[in-house]
T-cell receptor
């Protein structure tokens, strides 16, 4: 069964360092997402990406964050200068475009745990 | 924006019993309500969803009900099994907003053999 894969599974970094989290969405999917979950809190939407551009972003997704689809398979989340409060599990998700509509199941990866010290 | 509340945060049942998890949402425009199961070390996996044009949907031992007037929806698992033990998340979205999901806080379900 096709799946969304994420790397690394766990990254520890020092405050102020740049971090790139990588995702390989399911190959025929067209919409890509990043969500995060701070320990003990809700899963929160960060950003959605379609047709090589951001389609929606939340208030959390400030200038520190950026996303990119550098090639036909990878989808990355970059945090420019990490803060302690960026420590969280980051989930990538993807879905295909059901007949040009906005419906369809989101498939999530297993997450990348980011720890900022 | 949308706010989703989920109860209970933990639920312990005996194998074979039923489990019910409830969620409320705030935005009456929301029209898509998925439920996700998250096992340890894995990402959330969709188990069932419901759209606002129906009041109930069933898939084997799992059912979801939706009350649009009261803005709440529930997950029902019958004949629970130990492998049902996981964290369950409800979510809500406005489907034509690109599936930007707002999640509930999660329910840790423990099924005791």
């Amino acid at each position: 069964e096709p799946e969304v894969t994420q790397t690394p599974s766990h990254q520890v970094t020092q405050m102020g360092q740049e971090v790139i989290l990588r995702c390989v969405p399911i190959s025929n999917h067209l919409y890509f997402y990043w969500y995060r979950q701070i320990l003990g809190q809700k899963v929160e939407f960060l950003v959605s990406f379609y047709n090589n551009e951001i389609s929606e972003k939340s208030e959390i997704f400030d200038d520190q964050f950026s996303v990119e689809r550098p090639d036909g398979s990878n989808f990355t989340l970059k945090i420019r200068s990490t803060k302690l409060e960026d420590s969280a599990m980051y989930f990538c998700a993807s879905r295909w475009d059901l007949a040009g509509s906005n419906t369809g199941e989101l498939f999530f990866g297993e997450g990348s745990r980011l720890t900022v010290l | 924006g949308e706010n989703v509340e989920q109860h209970p945060s933990t639920l312990s049942v005996q194998e074979g019993d039923s489990a019910v998890i409830k969620c409320t949402y705030s935005d009456s425009a929301s029209n898509y309500f998925p439920w996700y199961k998250q096992e340890l070390g894995k990402g959330p996996q969709l188990i069932i969803d419901i759209r606002s044009n129906v009041g109930e949907k069933k898939d084997q031992r799992i059912a979801v009900t939706l009350n649009k007037t009261a803005k709440h929806f529930s997950l029902h698992i019958t004949e629970t099994q130990p492998e049902d033990s996981a964290v369950y998340f409800c979510a809500a979205s406005l489907e034509n907003a690109g599936n930007m999901l707002t999640f509930g806080g999660g329910t840790r379900l423990m099924v005791k053999p």
